[in-house]
C-alpha cells in the first residue's frame, strides 16, 4: 500500500506545491528526441506525464495511490493520457513502450532486491526493442538522511487551498541499507498535524547495476546530476539509463 503522503487526499494535493518542476523534470523532458510511446511508471500527480503529453508523445501513467491519480486526472492537459491505478502487472501483456520512467526516487521504494527484479522483467518485457529505462535513486554515500532531521528539513509553505502547511523529516531508523523516516505535516487551517511513515532503500550503483543485468540490461548508461555529468562517487544521485 502506498505511504499515507501519497494514499492521503489533503496531504496528496501538497505535493505538488512541496515538489514543484525543476531540473530533473527538464532532463526528463528532453530524453525523448522524437514523438514516442512513454509509460510513466510510479506518475504520481501526473505533473511529468503532461508536459510529456504535450510534447507530442503518447503518454500512460500508472500509479497505486487513488489520490494521487486524482489529482493527475483533473490536471490541464491530463484528457491526454492514459491513467491506470495500480502497478506495472495492470498493464496489457502485449503493450510497449519506447521508454519506461520511474522519477521522483520511486525507485526507492522497492525494499527488497526481488521487488526489483520483478519490476525490472516486468519493464524489460514492456520495452520496444531498443527502448529504455531511466529512473534515479539517491547515492547512498550521500548520506542524504543525515539532513532528515526536524531542525535541518523543516520547510513552510503558503498552500492555496491549505493556507500555511510545515512539513518536516524525522529519521528513526537505519539499517541494511534501509532508511524509515516519518514525515510531519502541520496545516495551520485544520489545526492538526499528519504522520506518515516511509522506508526507502539506499542502493549504491554497483548494487543496481546488478539487479539491472540480471533481468537483461546489459547496456547501462550512469550519470550523476542533472545537467548530463558522468557518475562519480561523490554524487547525490544516480541516474540510470539502461537498454
Avoid: K
Amino acid at each position: 500500500m502506498p505511504d499515507a503522503i501519497y494514499s492521503d487526499r489533503t496531504l496528496a494535493a501538497l505535493y505538488d506545491s512541496l515538489n514543484p518542476a525543476g531540473q530533473d523534470t527538464d532532463f526528463y523532458c528532453q530524453l525523448p528526441q522524437q514523438p514516442c510511446r512513454i509509460l510513466d511508471l510510479g506518475c504520481g500527480t501526473g505533473l511529468l506525464t503532461v508536459m510529456l503529453a504535450a510534447l507530442g508523445h503518447q503518454l500512460t501513467g500508472v500509479d497505486p495511490a487513488a489520490a494521487m491519480l486524482d489529482i493527475a486526472r483533473r490536471r490541464m492537459g491530463g484528457e491526454r493520457v492514459r491513467w491506470i491505478d495500480g502497478d506495472i502487472h495492470a498493464l496489457g501483456t502485449e503493450e510497449r513502450f519506447d521508454l519506461v520512467l520511474m522519477t521522483g526516487h520511486v525507485f526507492q521504494v522497492f525494499l527488497d532486491d526481488d521487488q526489483v527484479l520483478a519490476v525490472f522483467s516486468s519493464v524489460r518485457r514492456h520495452l520496444e526493442d531498443g527502448g529504455r529505462l531511466v529512473f534515479e535513486s539517491r547515492n547512498p554515500l550521500a548520506r542524504a538522511w543525515e539532513g532528515w532531521t526536524p531542525e535541518q528539513s523543516l520547510r513552510t509553505i503558503e498552500h492555496p487551498e491549505l493556507g500555511a502547511v510545515e512539513t518536516w523529516h524525522e529519521v528513526f531508523d537505519v539499517r541494511a541499507g534501509q532508511v524509515s523516516f516519518r514525515t510531519h505535516t502541520r496545516i495551520d487551517v485544520q489545526r492538526q498535524t499528519h504522520i506518515s511513515q516511509s522506508t526507502l532503500a539506499f542502493r549504491d550503483q554497483a548494487e543496481i547495476e546488478g539487479l539491472l543485468r540480471r533481468t537483461g540490461f546489459n547496456d547501462v548508461s550512469w550519470l550523476g546530476g542533472w545537467d548530463g555529468r558522468p557518475f562519480s562517487s561523490e554524487n547525490r544521485e544516480i541516474i540510470a539509463i539502461a537498454r
